[in-house]
């Protein structure tokens, strides 16, 4: 790995992975997302507190700051590893961004869009999983969870190199571990 492609990687992921969707999608109406509904600043704090407007720009925006920094990266570098480590530092920065004091959110639209550049055949079993999951259980969040695991192994399954689909477990098991946390919220 070239030291100077590595550390600018690095930089650019963790940058990218700061602009908080959610931060940015309910800031116009004078909210400060930290300090409403779960106090979380993630898509789904963002439709708590301003509405499926708000929630859709927040995935937009999260969705595009992943792809759109692992396509720049991917054109600057050659082979695997620098795509996994800059989704690994994208997620840093969105779980704790530096300009929202490290205050950010818990990494699952950084997963599935991280999840979709590096293998998107897995996203395919995650989609077909989560409509089976809802329409069994009726439970959004526990059928997300049991289709996110579900992308480690159809990465695997589907013949994507071994590094993908262990980056990818990883990757959700920082998801977990985040929604394991107690929220951050802490009202004024």
């Given at each position: ?13 963790y ?6 969707g959610a ?23 963002a439709l708590?507190?301003s ?82 999951g ?55």
């Amino acid at each position: 790995m070239n030291f100077i492609i590595g550390i600018t990687v690095v930089v650019l992921s963790y940058l990218a992975g700061g602009i908080m969707g959610a931060h940015y999608s309910v800031r116009g109406s004078g909210v400060d997302i930290r300090q409403e509904g779960s106090g979380n600043v993630g898509a789904t704090n963002a439709l708590r507190v301003s509405g499926r407007k708000a929630f859709v720009l927040a995935v937009i925006l999260d969705i595009t700051k992943v792809i759109g920094t692992l396509f720049i990266v991917s054109a600057m570098t050659d082979g695997n590893m620098y795509l996994i480590g800059s989704s690994f530092f994208l997620m840093i920065g969105h779980l704790f961004p530096f300009q929202l004091g490290f205050h950010g959110g818990k990494g699952v639209v950084v997963y599935l869009a991280a999840s979709l550049f590096l293998s998107p055949l897995s996203i395919a079993g995650f989609i077909m999983l989560m409509g089976i999951g809802y329409f069994a259980l009726r439970k959004y969040k526990v059928a997300g969870f049991i289709a996110m695991t579900s992308i480690p192994v159809t990465s695997f399954l589907t013949g994507d190199p071994i590094e993908i689909p262990l980056s990818l477990a990883g990757l959700f098991i920082v998801v977990m571990i985040m929604h394991l946390k107690p929220s951050h919220h802490v009202k004024a």
